[in-house]
């Protein structure tokens, strides 16, 4: 591992992407040493069956926040392309059907019980699983042993859980521009930078060199 920025990088870089990071961080200790390094703020706008949420949040969000967590904050939406129900038994329809819309209240609830910085590496750990809806309770156990399953099971069942999802709903439907496709990444509020692409397009640990630039105050493409 390597210092950076007042951060530890883990080994799993490449070296020429290891020495851009380090030069970053020499270029940000020259150019503002007396200044708080602002935080970014990363919004994932997502889905939980989508293979391609799953791909962006285990192979690239999730390991760029846990190397840049003191400058990164992450909030997720589980939401994505669901739509309301005016009536009926469920008050939702989701893209890859219900189990779907299951999961998506399953990581609303977790996310409200334990607070999304905890919640982050259970959700990470469930994605990361063959299947995630059968690892929601194994991962909480893992990674937040605190937090009873029950309390999860009770928000997803009851009246609380659809309340949390009727406001993840209306959070997505106020993005602008408007989300074209799942995952939808924004930066810094969902008006002030939104570039679905930036991330998806690139290598892997691109983000990490993008939250570089962006504490840097400069362009990283």
């Not at 299947?131 to 194994?138: E, G, S, T, W």
């Not at 692409?197 to 640990?205: G, R, Y």
């Amino acid at each position: 591992a390597i210092k950076c920025c007042g951060l530890v990088l883990l080994v799993g870089l490449s070296t020429n992407h290891i020495q851009g990071v380090q030069k970053q961080c020499l270029e940000l200790n020259a150019t503002r040493p007396n200044l708080a390094v602002p935080r970014v703020e990363v919004t994932l706008y997502y889905e939980s069956l989508c293979p391609g949420c799953r791909a962006f949040l285990t192979q690239q969000l999730f390991p760029t926040w846990a190397m840049l967590h003191n400058i990164m904050d992450v909030k997720l939406v589980p939401y994505g392309n669901a739509q309301e129900l005016p009536s009926g038994n469920s008050s939702f329809t989701c893209q890859h059907g219900e189990p779907e819309c299951h999961g998506n209240m399953i990581e609303t609830c977790i996310l409200h019980s334990v607070g999304r910085y905890s919640a982050f590496p259970v959700i990470y750990c469930m994605k990361s699983a063959a299947n995630v809806l059968d690892a929601a309770q194994p991962c909480l156990q893992l990674h937040v042993p605190s937090m009873m399953w029950d309390s999860v099971t009770s928000c997803v069942k009851g009246e609380l859980g659809f309340k949390l999802m009727h406001k993840n709903a209306p959070k997505t439907k106020a993005l602008s521009p408007a989300k074209t496709h799942i995952p939808w990444v924004t930066i810094n509020g969902p008006k002030e930078w939104a570039q679905p692409n930036l991330f998806i397009i690139h290598p892997p640990d691109s983000m990490i060199i993008t939250q570089v630039h962006l504490v840097l105050g400069t362009r990283p493409f």
